[in-house]
Nanobody
């Protein structure tokens, strides 16, 4: 059974940095394609960054140059490093995984989800 648990969400001021973590069960992090999404109340879930098991990555235009996705297979953890945070980045952040080998930022392309972690960015 695939289990994903996010952590690291905390209040931060605009311009600051934060790193989110997503611990995966078993060997999910090293064998699945994974991604970070975010969602505000009443809005659709937005893909932020994705990574394949081969280390290929992509990020959305809204966070390009500010956010980085990576994994640590030894720690079985997916990370999202967020720099130069803006109040508009305030959202619930979710990690997701799919057994399919692709690099996508659509929520429909992922089967497994964590419970989310809140990231409030104050101005």
């Amino acid at each position: 059974q695939v289990r994903l648990v996010e952590s690291g969400g905390d209040s931060v001021q605009a311009g600051g940095s934060q790193r989110l973590s997503c611990a995966g069960s078993g060997n999910v992090v090293s064998t699945y394609s994974m991604a970070w999404f975010r969602q505000a109340p009443g809005k659709e879930r937005e893909g932020v960054a994705a990574i394949t098991r081969y280390g290929l990555t992509t990020v959305s235009d809204s966070v390009k140059g500010r956010f980085t996705i990576c994994t640590d297979s030894a720690k079985r953890t997916l990370y999202l490093q967020m720099n130069s945070l803006k109040p508009a980045d305030t959202d619930m952040y979710y990690c997701a995984a799919t057994s399919l080998d692709w690099l996508r930022l659509l929520a429909q392309d992922y089967e497994y989800w964590g419970q989310g972690t809140q990231v409030p960015v104050s101005s």
